[in-house]
Each structure stands twice: as structure tokens, then as C-alpha cells.
């Protein structure tokens, strides 16, 4: 809630915002409320045990990496702006 209080503030300031941070469930996901929801499954599991037993991969995404390289943030960025 905390991320997601400071992203609408930013954004109702006329401010573009990029919020990166782990969000594990369903749940969480639908209370951050996403404009675009990019899934970074780049990896097998993450650090923590915790939340890799909740993690809840995500059924509807707007853009799914699943291999990082060089030139995958220029291309993103490229696909993103086409969308917004």
C-alpha cells in the first residue's frame, strides 16, 4: 500500500513513475493496481524462502522478460512507450 500511495501521489503531480519491487501474489498485485505490469522471470528462484513459497506467477501481463541481456532495456523501454 505504501508503494502504491506514493506512485498515485506522484502520478496525480503529472509525474511518470516506475515502481520495481517483488509483488508475490495475486493479491497484492490487483491492490497496486498497475498501469502496465511488467514480469522479470529471468531467475529459477529468488533469495528469500518466504517469498519464493507464496509466489504466485502472474496470469495476465503486459510484458514478459524472460531472458535479460544487453539490449533488452532499450528494447523494452522502445515497447513500452508504444503502449502508453
Do not use: Y
Request: aromatic residues 12%; glycine residues 2%.
Amino acid at each position: 500500500m505504501r508503494m502504491r500511495t506514493f506512485a498515485d501521489f506522484e502520478k496525480s503531480h503529472g509525474r511518470f513513475v516506475v515502481c520495481d519491487f517483488v509483488c508475490p501474489t495475486k493479491e497484492t498485485r490487483e491492490n497496486f493496481d498497475p498501469d502496465l505490469l511488467i514480469w522479470m522471470d529471468t531467475i529459477e528462484e529468488g533469495r528469500f524462502e518466504d517469498t519464493n513459497k507464496i509466489f504466485e506467477p502472474p496470469s495476465k501481463v503486459d510484458f514478459h522478460i524472460k531472458e535479460w541481456n544487453d539490449r533488452n532495456h532499450q528494447d523494452l523501454a522502445e515497447e513500452i512507450l508504444k503502449s502508453v
